[in-house]
């Protein structure tokens, strides 16, 4: 069952990742409405063969096109509304197997001046296809 996860992001900036939603809890029932935030890192996530899962990450990070290994899922392109809070991708289970997502993200304070001092983030999920 999918729960209710209020974030608190650290980093630069005082923006928030919205917590307008369910966050994704590794389920012997998967549904094709799981969400990842940036506290589901490390998540193992169970999707139906053309099932779907989407991962929100906040703005406060610049985040590089997600990397898969495995060829169990494919990823969307950023499917997230511009200006919003988040960037989002649509993960869809596309056969039966194993893959992890892992995406980079850089501090946007990095551009600001003066820049900021914050680590890269890097944020991933286990995803099992069945």
């Not at 001046?113 to 999920?125: L, M």
């Amino acid at each position: 069952m999918a729960a209710v996860v209020l974030l608190a992001l650290h980093g630069c900036g005082a923006e928030q990742e919205p917590a307008d939603g369910p966050s994704a809890t590794p389920s012997a029932t998967p549904t094709s409405i799981d969400i990842l935030r940036i506290g589901d890192d490390g998540a193992s996530v169970v999707l139906e063969v053309g099932g779907t899962a989407t991962v929100f990450l906040p703005r406060t990070y610049v985040w590089e096109e997600p990397v898969v290994d495995g060829d169990a899922v494919t990823v969307s392109a950023d499917v997230s509304d511009e200006g919003g809070a988040s960037r989002s991708w649509t993960v869809t289970g596309r056969r039966a197997g194993t893959a992890t997502l892992t995406l980079t993200g850089s501090p946007a304070c990095r551009s600001e001046t003066p820049s900021c001092a914050t680590p890269d983030v890097v944020w991933s999920a286990r995803l099992t296809v069945r």
